[in-house]
C-alpha cells in the first residue's frame, strides 16, 4: 500500500486502517454495511451517521476506513480526531468544510461542554447539510447521553442515524491478531495469540500496537513469531 493519505492540519490517516483490515463480527454486520455504502451514495442521498462504542471498539478505525474509501473514490475528505483538535480554534479547524464532500468527526465526546466547538459544530452540521454533503461522527458516549450544553446540536447529533458497534470477545480479538499479523506476511499461531492474550492489555489499539513491535523486530531479526521471541521482544 502507498504512503498514507496526508490531510491538512496536519492529520493522516493510518495505512492499516481500512475495512479490509478491520476483524468483521455479525452484530456489526449493520453498521460496516453503512459506512461501506457511503462511497457509493450520491451526496445529495447520504445520511449523516453516528457510530458509538466502548473505548478499544474500533470506532477510529471505522471512521479512517471511511475516510480510504472516499479517497479511493475520487471524494474529498477531511478526519478531524477531536482529542488531537481540541485545543484550537474551533471556527479556525471549521472553517470551508462545508465545502468537502465527506467530514469525520472522530470523538465529538471530547467537545462536550465546550461551549465554542459545540457552537462551531452547530453552524458545521447545517452548512453541510445545504451543501448536501456528508457528516460521520464517532463517539465513546451513547449519542443520547452525551453531556452537550446545546440543545440545538444535541437535536442534530440524534437526528443522524445511530449505529452501535460492539467490542470484539477475547478469542475474536485473538483472531484479529492473527488476521492482522497475516496481512503483515507474518504467521501467527493460536499459541502464540493465546499467549499475547494472557499477558498483554485487552485494549484493541494497545493490542495492535504490539503487534506494530513484533512487526518491526522480526524484520530486523529475521525471526518468526514464536512465543519464545514475544517473550523477548515484548518483555513478557
Known amino acids: 500500500m502507498g504512503s498514507p493519505v496526508q490531510l491538512s492540519l496536519g492529520v493522516a490517516l493510518k495505512d492499516e486502517a481500512t475495512f479490509a483490515n478491520f ?20 451526496s445529495s442521498e447520504a445520511q449523516n451517521i453516528i457510530i ?39 471556527n479556525d479547524i471549521c472553517e470551508g ?7 469525520c468527526i ?3 465526546d ?25 457528516l460521520v ?6 449519542p443520547p447521553s452525551l453531556p452537550i450544553l446545546l440543545p440545538d446540536l444535541k437535536s442534530r447529533l440524534l437526528a443522524s442515524v445511530v449505529y452501535h458497534v460492539e467490542s470484539l470477545t477475547d478469542t475474536e480479538k485473538q483472531n484479529a491478531m492473527i488476521m492482522r499479523a497475516q496481512a503483515r506476511g507474518m504467521e501467527m499461531s493460536e499459541d502464540v ?28 531479526q529475521q525471526r518468526k513469531l514464536t512465543i519464545p521471541f514475544v517473550k523477548e521482544t515484548l518483555q513478557f
Open 23 to 42: 476483524f468483521e463480527k455479525d452484530a456489526n454486520a449493520q453498521v460496516l454495511a453503512a459506512l461501506k455504502n457511503l462511497t457509493a451514495t450520491s
Open 52 to 90: 458509538w462504542g466502548a473505548p478499544g471498539c474500533g470506532v477510529t478505525h471505522l471512521l479512517q476506513a471511511v475516510c480510504h474509501d472516499a479517497y479511493e473514490a475520487r471524494k474529498s475528505l477531511q478526519y478531524l480526531p477531536m482529542n488531537e483538535l481540541i485545543g484550537f480554534d474551533a
Open 97 to 103: 468544510l462545508e465545502g468537502i464532500d465527506l467530514v
Open 106 to 108: 472522530d470523538g465529538v
Open 110 to 134: 471530547a467537545i462536550c461542554g465546550n461551549r465554542s466547538w459545540e457552537h462551531a459544530f452547530f453552524h458545521l452540521y447545517n452548512k453541510i447539510k445545504e451543501a448536501g454533503h456528508t
Open 137 to 142: 461522527f464517532s463517539s465513546h458516549t451513547s
Open 193 to 220: 495469540a493465546k499467549y499475547i492474550m494472557q499477558r498483554a492489555p485487552r485494549d484493541t489499539s494497545e493490542l495492535f500496537e504490539l503487534l506494530d513491535r513484533l512487526d518491526d523486530a522480526s524484520l530486523q
